[in-house]
């Protein structure tokens, strides 16, 4: 896996956590969202993660937001390059 899908799985992971972490009453999504976390975290600090790893994870995570009504999204299917569900979840010096 290349940097830049390195840190996008660790992105979405720390989207994911805090999610969670403001959202508590969600107990079924967030069991959800905490395993594909913890399989992310885990993508995230080895370079032996293919990119078809972070894209799966990536289409179980719209598919839980989308089925739950958590975010808008722009796409009624697919990967938006403008997730909602990161923007919402990520701090403005989150890359930094």
Known sequence: MSNWERRNADTLADAIAKHIRNNAEMKEDNEL???IRET???AANTVATTAFELNRCRAVVCAICRGSKLYECEFSEGWSSNCTFIF????????L
């Open 40 to 42: 992310l975290d885990d």
């Open 33 to 35: 969202l905490g395993i």
């Open 88 to 95: 919402t979840n990520t701090t403005e010096y989150g890359g």
